[in-house]
Antibody, heavy 122, light 107 residues
Framework: EVQLVESGGGLVQPGGSLRLSCAVSGFTFSDHYMDWVRQAPGKGLEWVGR??????????EYAASVKGRFTISRDDSKNSLYLQMNSLKTEDTAVYYC?????????????WGQGTLVTVSS | DIQMTQSPSSLSASVGDRVTITCRASQGIGSSLAWFQQRPGKAPKSLIYAASSLQSGVPSKFSGSGSGTDFTLTISSLQPEDFATYYCQQYNSYPITFGQGTRLEIK
């Protein structure tokens, strides 16, 4: 069974940092691209970024709203995905989901974790 | 960035009804379009990918169509568990973008 479990959310002050983790099981993590998607309270879904797999040199893509502040990384030996968030702003308050990408012509998101809440407030 | 616009933003329907949600891309995206269902307090769930391919395990009451800029999600024979918010998403180019969502409510 494919499982993705996020952790690391919490309350942080503006300007602070937080690192989210996503532990996966039930599939060969190293084969897949992995994404982060967030959802502000009462709002829609916003794509945060993606890390490709080893075969694609672990390259990354980011949304403009987080580029230069957030960094996506992964440890294939630990079946884990990470989101390092720096210089946090109040508008980064959201539930953060990790999601698996599967490539069928183009990579799309097929499995999602349950999410972890990040609150940026003083 | 490619803008995704869903219509309607909300929709009221009855159990047993058939409904259609539309998603329009601001530029052509081929068939790189996915649909997700999100129930309150839950994570999104994949329904459709490549515009019309059904995700494994998703019932055939869900169907998708379209290509280029105009896409539809149709849900037949609505059941209580189908009342949720639905999102389209383009994955043709970066940044990946979502529609604003369509909230499907019980009439």
């Amino acid at each position: 069974e494919v499982q993705l479990v996020e952790s690391g959310g919490g309350l942080v002050q503006p300007g602070g940092s937080l690192r989210l983790s996503c532990a996966v099981s039930g599939f060969t993590f190293s084969d897949h691209y992995m994404d982060w998607v967030r959802q502000a309270p009462g709002k829609g879904l916003e794509w945060v970024g993606r890390t490709r797999n080893k075969a694609n040199s672990y390259t990354t893509e980011y949304a403009a709203s987080v580029k230069g502040r957030f960094t996506i990384s992964r440890d294939d030996s630990k079946n884990s995905l990470y989101l390092q968030m720096n210089s946090l702003k109040t508008e980064d308050t959201a539930v953060y989901y990790c999601a698996r990408s599967v490539v069928v012509a183009a990579p799309y998101l097929d499995y999602w974790g349950q999410g972890t809440l990040v609150t940026v407030s003083s | 960035d490619i803008q995704m616009t869903q219509s309607p933003s909300s929709l009221s329907a009855s159990v047993g009804d058939r409904v259609t949600i539309t998603c329009r891309a601001s530029q052509g995206i081929g068939s790189s379009l996915a649909w997700f269902q999100q129930r309150p307090g839950k994570a999104p769930k994949s329904l459709i990918y490549a515009a019309s391919s059904l995700q494994s395990g998703v019932p055939s009451k869900f169907s998708g169509s379209g290509s280029g800029t105009d896409f539809t999600l149709t849900i037949s024979s609505l059941q209580p568990e189908d009342f949720a918010t639905y999102y389209c998403q383009q994955y043709n180019s970066y940044p990946i973008t979502f529609g604003q969502g369509t909230r499907l409510e019980i009439k």
